[in-house]
């Protein structure tokens, strides 16, 4: 039920993505008419109170934006998907540098294989590229989150994985002082 | 209240939102709500944020939408914990609850 569901919400994304956005806003809209709401009924005058609900909600334009990109995005873990990509690329480069070697380079259909072969070569190089610095680049995110104490247990793992193209939320945590957890680690 | 702000490990707002739907279907400001009252008010989050959460926790399938009718007679959307959402926070609570004990003996450690 959920795969039909998340196809078809993949779908209708890609399909109308106006009506997507649309919804997106009219839900949005909804909040900081909700936090306006509230901010008048606490004693705030409706503009003051409106102007605090934007200002509450954060960068609206930029969360709209997250969320269509998301609504967008496959429903699924697209890693296997990429790492066959990535296979096929390599098993044609292999195949198209084999065609090379055997083919006699003197005449225009030889030099124009040749070219073929070296440009499916230096597409596999940038795949190659990519692949890797995207993986250091996750790495790296991962160590200045946490390392995993053991083999077995791995820090929110599940809900990391893919956080490093999310926007990150701000929470604020206080104590009964009203100091953070950084305060209250080094001023006590 | 000092206006200095720490941040919580990332992640975290995904499972204070599924925390807040294990309670019951809620829009998305109701979700914000929740996490600041189940707090006791001492989580603040940026509210816009809660969006990408909701829409992420609702791509892999631990949460579905609905519209609906709000209280105020307002076309509103709707959130639910599905069945894997509500296994996934048992997950989450565990793997939170190991690092909130590590953290603390990292931290007493003399």
Known sequence: ?188 | MPKSKGSLLQGTLDMLILKALSLGALHGYGVGQRIAQISGDALKIEEGSLYPGLYRLEQRGWIESEWDVSDNNQRAKFYKLTRAGRKQLIIEEQNWERLASATIKALRAV
């Open chain 1, 1 to 188: 039920m959920f795969w039909i569901k998340a196809t078809t919400r993949f779908i209708c994304a890609w399909r109308r993505p106006d009506e997507m956005a649309r919804e997106v806003e009219t839900e949005l809209r909804f909040h900081i008419e909700m936090r306006t709401r509230a901010n008048i009924e606490q004693g705030m005058r409706p503009d003051d109170a409106q102007r605090a609900a934007l200002q509450s909600f954060g960068d609206f334009e930029r969360v709209r934006n997250n969320c269509c990109q998301i609504r967008r995005s496959l429903p699924f873990d697209s890693t296997p998907l990429r790492m066959g990509l990535h296979i096929t690329i390599a098993v044609l480069a292999g195949l198209a540098a084999l065609w090379t070697v055997n083919v006699p380079h003197h005449n225009l259909t030889g030099v124009m294989r040749q070219l073929i072969a070296i440009a499916v070569l230096a597409y596999l190089f940038i795949v190659v590229r990519r692949a890797r610095t995207k993986r250091r680049s996750d790495s790296e995110h991962m160590n200045g989150v946490l390392v995993a104490p053991s083999e077995t247990f791995r820090a929110n793992q599940s809900l990391t994985s893919d956080m490093s193209d999310a926007a990150p939320a701000k929470i604020t945590a206080y104590d009964q002082q009203g100091r953070t957890p950084v305060e209250r680690v080094f001023k006590s």
